[in-house]
């Protein structure tokens, strides 16, 4: 259950770190600009999916017999 937690927070990590270095930059492409201006959708959506997964597939994960 540890590692799960452990995935999640380097991942929360990671995105933030990727939306800093892209609002530092002085030119961006449109898919910054639209990471930029829809992050928030984005990582509630990670965060659905992961859940959804998580849920589905809990009995592996926890060692609990179905």
């Known amino acids: ?3 799960i937690l452990v995935i999640a927070a380097l991942v ?3 995105f933030t770190n990727v939306i800093t270095r892209i609002q530092s930059k002085e ?5 910054e600009i639209f990471i ?5 959708y984005l990582f509630g959506l990670m965060f ?3 859940s959804i997964l998580f849920w589905r597939n809990s009995c592996f994960f926890l060692d609990f017999d179905c």
């Open 27 to 31: 030119y961006k492409n449109k898919l």
């Open 1 to 3: 259950m540890i590692y």
């Open 36 to 40: 930029i201006d829809n992050y928030k």
């Open 48 to 50: 659905i999916l992961f």
């Open 12 to 14: 929360i990590i990671n």
